[in-house]
């Protein structure tokens, strides 16, 4: 699998995306392109316009096709992960994560396949970040006993936190998602017994799951990320993670570090 080949999906339908992404209706046990398209769109899906047409011919010239594909015979060998497809799009303005993963990118991992939005990054090493963490999704959803329909509100916001974790300890620390820094330690015990800790094994099927993980309303932005990152950082503090135990560990036992 690896990197589609995207690229020549984009030259051929660029101004139909609806069209082009006709492809994976099938991935997404989907038959409406147009709401596929819609669901890509909340994450950066591109909108065909200018400014996005002028990221692809950039993204071409930089050979960021060539790039995430040598990025991920990397970490697939180095952490003996899956072998998935990763769909590689221009990112549009906007998004749940726009301004918030150290940058304007964005991504979207499941157990089986990876979606990454991208600019035109100056430093290679951002783009290894953003494929790290999604990747360390991939890995750890595939090592989880459950699928990822069944992950509740602790699994979301623990898988978040470790992957920014593998960022941390592949990439620097200057690398990190701006989320992880966000809130100080006091604001994220405030919010934890606010906000987070009764929805706790809310399903990812519920409102509430999406609402307290990216913020919104009436919860700070990107709540659950912070609060994830800030739960594996106490327990790194008192014990040893290893990116291996980061895939396996249940996230029940990150809390009790927490929770003290």
């Given at each position: 699998m690896g990197v589609i080949r995207t690229?020549?999906?984009?030259?051929?339908?660029?101004?139909?995306?609806?069209?082009?992404?006709?492809?994976?209706?099938?991935?997404?046990?989907?038959?409406?392109?147009?709401?596929?398209?819609?669901?890509?769109?909340?994450?950066?899906?591109?909108s065909p316009n200018r400014r996005s047409k002028k990221i692809f011919d950039q993204l071409v010239e930089k050979d960021s096709w060539e790039t995430v594909e040598r990025l991920h015979k990397k970490y697939k060998k180095k952490w003996q992960g899956p072998d998935v497809p990763i769909y590689i799009?221009?990112?549009?303005?906007?998004?749940?994560?726009?301004?918030?993963?150290?940058?304007m990118k964005s991504g979207l991992s499941f157990s089986d396949k990876i979606f990454l939005f991208l600019p035109v990054l100056q430093d290679e090493k951002e783009l290894e970040a953003l494929f790290?963490?999604?990747?360390?999704?991939?890995?750890?959803?595939?090592?989880?006993?459950?699928?990822?329909?069944?992950?509740?509100?602790?699994?979301?916001?623990?898988?978040?936190?470790?992957?920014?974790?593998?960022?941390?300890?592949?990439c620097g620390k200057q690398y990190r998602s701006?989320?992880?820094?966000?809130?100080?330690?006091d604001?994220?015990?405030?919010?934890?017994?606010?906000?987070?800790?009764?929805?706790?094994?809310?399903?990812?099927?519920?409102?509430?799951?999406?609402?307290?993980?990216?913020?919104?309303?009436?919860?700070?932005?990107?709540?659950?990320?912070?609060?994830?990152?800030?739960i594996i950082s106490i327990f790194r503090e008192r014990e040893v993670l290893t990116i291996k135990n980061s895939f396996i560990l249940e996230a029940e036992k990150f809390l009790p570090k927490f929770k003290k």
């Open positions: 690229d020549q999906w984009l030259k051929e339908s660029f101004d139909k995306p609806e069209e082009l992404i006709k492809p994976l209706l099938t991935d997404f046990n989907e038959d409406d392109s147009h709401k596929l398209y819609a669901f890509l769109e909340t994450f950066g899906m591109y799009f221009p990112i549009a303005a906007g998004g749940i994560f726009s301004d918030w993963h150290g940058g790290v963490h999604e990747y360390h999704h991939v890995c750890r959803i595939n090592k989880q006993q459950k699928t990822i329909n069944q992950f509740n509100l602790l699994d979301s916001i623990v898988l978040e936190g470790l992957a920014e974790y593998a960022v941390e300890m592949n701006k989320w992880c820094t966000k809130f100080t330690r604001e994220i015990e405030e919010y934890w017994n606010r906000y987070v800790k009764d929805h706790l094994d809310v399903k990812k099927n519920k409102r509430v799951h999406d609402q307290v993980l990216f913020g919104g309303k009436r919860y700070p932005r990107m709540l659950g990320y912070s609060v994830g990152y800030e």
